[in-house]
């Protein structure tokens, strides 16, 4: 069956009523630039074929059933934050109905059925994916689609910080309510630059490879990154590296190792070098040069692997994304391939071309399993209203 016919008729069995409305929300991929955006860099990031969808209806309150997870049920009386809902999808809901609010948008209530086709573990967050769901559902029935899309990443981005409790930059929020294909300079952040690219890798795949872990451990080791990187531009009296000239760092590396550790320093030294690398990409999308584009594809990986060290747990012997990384040196021959994401456990995003890319996947697949590996496609909508029912 059709999966939209299908979501309206679960969500008549669910809710004994008709839905109105379907909305989509796409997970995302991070092109290039690996941990950038929390210290104001450039990125490059793309929403994705794989989504939620959503049966929906106004209401007064909010409740909420997404297949796999408890139903959420709650009055708009209660949004204020609760320590024992973070890490919850009502947590999420609840901070990005308070952000609207904040930043001058009005909420209300709706229910809503949700199914999602997005890979658990794959690293194209789901997170983002329910936020700006929930965001433009509010946009649309409360807002005549008013809202702008950076709003949209900035509600999405405060609920999971501030409710959800983890801390993120905005990558993956703006990747979602943008949609396409986006560069993304965050230097200026309460306005940061957004140019859509037009993607034509004609001839090559994308593929997403799952290699396992989990994160759920992981909280420390993720805030370490921004955490070391801003120690760098605390030294120069600065919130963060974006703000401090390359040259002068380089030339203070001596004194800076009194102040820091050599890890943050070789986590700047990726950040300079990933804001290039993003810049190198960007131009070589824009100048319709694949071999250009495949490279910066690999310098990011390269600069991610030595500099940010985000390729495995540190003391671990279990090294998922270092091997997905060595068996794809071995298959890929015509291509590119980086780390993707958060990193020490998750997945490795790939550019092949067609003409190898089904003996890719046969191999990935016999390490991985096939549920791990995912080939993928760009999208031109992040979140949207589908249609009317």
Not at 81 to 95: F, L, M, Y
Not at 178 to 188: A, Q, R, T, V
Not at 190 to 210: A, I, K
């Amino acid at each position: 069956m059709d999966r939209s016919k299908k979501i309206i008729i679960d969500y008549k069995n669910y809710f004994n009523d008709d839905a109105k409305d379907l909305f989509s929300s796409s997970g995302r991929i991070e092109i290039l630039g690996n941990h950038t955006d929390h210290n104001h860099g450039k990125v490059i990031v793309g929403a994705v074929n794989l989504d939620l969808l959503a049966a929906t209806k106004k209401s007064k309150s909010i409740h909420l059933y997404s297949e796999g997870y408890e139903e959420i049920k709650f009055d708009l009386t209660d949004l204020e934050k609760k320590k024992e809902e973070e890490g919850t999808n009502k947590a999420i809901i609840k901070g990005v109905l308070v952000k609207m609010m904040d930043l001058g948008y009005k909420v209300g209530g709706f229910t809503a059925y949700v199914n999602s086709i997005l890979p658990a573990g794959s690293g194209i967050s789901s997170s983002a994916a329910f936020e700006c769901l929930i965001a433009e559902i509010e946009n649309y029935y409360y807002n005549n689609d008013s809202m702008n899309r950076f709003d949209m990443a900035i509600a999405s981005q405060f609920a999971e910080h501030i409710y959800f409790g983890k801390p993120c930059g905005l990558l993956d929020q703006c990747g979602v309510a943008f949609g396409g294909i986006n560069k993304i300079d965050f230097s200026k952040i309460d306005n940061p630059t957004v140019t859509h690219l037009d993607f034509n890798l004609e001839g090559y795949s994308l593929v997403l490879v799952n290699t396992g872990g989990s994160h759920s451990n992981l909280t420390d080791a993720y805030a370490s990154i921004p955490q070391e990187m801003k120690s760098v531009a605390k030294y120069f009296g600065k919130n963060t590296l974006s703000e401090v000239d390359e040259k002068i760092f380089y030339d203070s590396i001596k004194e800076l190792r009194n102040h820091v550790n050599d890890r943050a320093i070789l986590r700047a030294i990726h950040f300079y070098n990933e804001n290039k690398t993003v810049e190198s990409g960007f131009n070589a999308l824009k100048n319709c040069d694949k071999d250009a584009f495949l490279n910066a594809v690999k310098e990011s990986g390269e600069s991610s692997y030595m500099f940010l060290q985000n390729t495995c747990v540190p003391g671990s012997l279990t090294q998922n994304i270092n091997l997905a990384l060595a068996v794809s040196k071995k298959y890929v021959h015509d291509g590119a391939f980086r780390i993707h994401g958060g990193g020490f456990e998750g997945t490795i995003l790939v550019f092949i071309s067609n003409a190898c890319v089904e003996e890719y996947i046969k191999q990935m697949v016999k390490i991985f399993g096939e549920n791990n590996v995912h080939k993928i496609s760009v999208r031109n909508e992040g979140s949207y209203h589908v249609k009317e029912i």
